[in-house]
């Protein structure tokens, strides 16, 4: 096998957790070398609002301003079934976008290119990692045409929820909880979007498979796009995957809010979708590999968190690495402290995603919650503020906040500027 030579760091995975990560390291003076599978431009099965969260982390690292530059509507509102507000101002962004994937991603690859002390390569598979004693040390790469050896003291999985480095170096679950929902979304154009541009989403039900809960979404999007969606109960599942046109449109039908914005618009892509969306935590290091974005944390998309968080947890292990040197002893406290602060950040929405969250308060309680959200702005606004992250959301989800809430608390204090 040939020797691809000696990094500071590889990162297996080139989207949002990989890029940001590789960006970050490589401005502290490291020597990255950063593979994905994919030939860029690439699309990835998403849907793809984000938030002022993504946007500050870009920002930090001089990436947002293409970004910005594309032709998306800034989305001044959330309306979703169970809440709705305005964006917070976070840090001079009070808006979300939603950019189709093919693009966004393109596009910081492409910035990634341009980066000094940062090696690129794209349909490049990692196979394997390569071990010295009990550390990981390396991995094996495959070009297609032969394989490579490439070494460095710290290997990042950034490769998404079947992460091969997660499964590589036995990753520990601390979280997991079975599918919750199945999602489905094409894009049309001509859908009308409101004067100040929303995110928004219906409630609604296909009781003829068996599900309770559905909805639908729309978000305007780039290139003129609307990507609409639906989705529903993952026990129905099995049953709409029989004829997924079928019952995607008759499910949007039954939904009149969405379904009168989309019937006088152009469908112009396939539908795509999935049920396989697993929701876990798993640990995020141990010596010599560290996880980032899906590959550390997956959860079903009904909270839009998978972009943000992939975005954050690279921010956090970027700066915590900055604190020691690649081939430091340093390091290993580096890797434990990231893993402790990325369950802190993620964990209150993760358990909210998950529902965990719900099953530790009584019923009636949550019912509580969620009256006051609707009838209470600033519980509106603070649970929008803690969704997007200008807020640290466990000052809305955690049991004894929800308690709390729920029964009166005052909600001032929290500031989401
Ligand atoms: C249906 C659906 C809807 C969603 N909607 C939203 C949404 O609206 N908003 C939101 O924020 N999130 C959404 N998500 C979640 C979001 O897509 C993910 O959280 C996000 O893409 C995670 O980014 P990442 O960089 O961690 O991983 P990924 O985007 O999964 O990227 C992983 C990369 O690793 C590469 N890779 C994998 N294995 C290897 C290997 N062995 N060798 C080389 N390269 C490899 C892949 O090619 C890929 O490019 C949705 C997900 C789904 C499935």
Redesign the pocket.
């Known amino acids: 096998m040939k020797e691809l030579g000696r990094f500071d760091v590889i990162i297996?995975?080139?989207?949002?957790?990989?890029t940001i990560t590789a960006a970050a390291l490589a401005r502290r003076g490291w020597n990255v070398l950063i593979?994905?599978?994919?030939r860029f431009p690439?699309s990835?099965?998403?849907?793809?609002?984000?938030f002022s969260d993504t946007l500050r982390v870009l920002r930090e690292l001089d990436l947002v301003e293409p970004i910005l530059a594309v032709d998306a509507p800034r989305l001044r509102w959330l309306r979703f079934p169970y809440v709705t507000a305005r964006f917070p101002q976070h840090d001079g962004f009070d808006f979300a976008l939603c950019i189709r994937r093919e693009v966004l991603d393109t596009l910081l690859v492409e910035q990634l290119r341009s980066r000094t002390g940062v090696t690129l390569l794209t349909q490049?598979?990692?196979k394997e990692v390569v071990r010295s004693q009990a550390r990981i040390s390396g991995v094996v790469i495959d070009d297609g045409l032969q394989r490579w050896t490439a070494r460095a003291p710290l290997v990042i999985g950034?490769?998404?929820?079947?992460?091969?480095i997660a499964r590589s170096v036995g990753a520990g679950i601390e979280s997991r909880v079975p599918p919750l929902f199945a999602?489905y979304?094409t894009y049309f154009v001509g859908v009308p979007i409101d004067p100040e541009p929303a995110a928004l989403a219906f409630r609604g039900d296909y009781p003829e498979l068996g599900a309770e809960y559905a909805a639908a979404f729309l978000f305007p999007c780039d290139g003129g796009l609307t990507l609409v969606g639906y989705g529903l109960e993952h026990r129905a599942f099995a049953a709409f995957r029989t004829d997924v046109r079928r019952h995607f449109f008759n499910g949007l039908r039954r939904i009149p809010d969405a379904w009168e914005r989309v019937t006088i618009a152009r469908q112009v892509a396939p539908i795509r979708?999935?049920g396989q969306?697993p929701n876990f935590l798993r640990q995020a290091s141990g010596p010599g590999w560290a996880l980032?974005?899906?590959?550390g944390c997956h959860k079903d998309?009904h909270t839009?968190?998978?972009?943000?968080?992939?975005a954050r947890s690279a921010w956090l292990l970027a700066q915590e690495l900055a604190q020691s040197d690649p081939e430091d002893r340093a390091l290993d406290q580096a890797l434990a402290r990231y893993a402790r602060k990325r369950d802190q950040d993620l964990r209150p929405m993760y358990d909210f995603t998950t529902f965990q969250l719900r099953s530790r308060v009584p019923e009636d309680v949550w019912e509580q919650f969620e009256e006051r959200t609707r009838l209470d702005p600033k519980l509106a606004e603070l649970r929008v503020a803690a969704m997007v992250h200008a807020v640290n959301p466990a000052v809305v989800y955690t049991p004894e906040r929800v308690q709390a809430i729920a029964a009166g608390a005052s909600l001032d204090g929290h500031d989401t500027g």
Do not use: C, E, K
Request: glycine share 16%.
């Open positions: 297996v995975g080139a989207r949002i957790a990989g593979v994905d599978r994919a690439s990835t099965l998403s849907t793809h609002l984000f490049a598979t990692v950034a490769d998404g929820r079947n992460s091969i999602w979304y979708g999935t969306l980032v974005g899906d590959a998309p839009v968190q998978g972009m943000g968080d992939a």
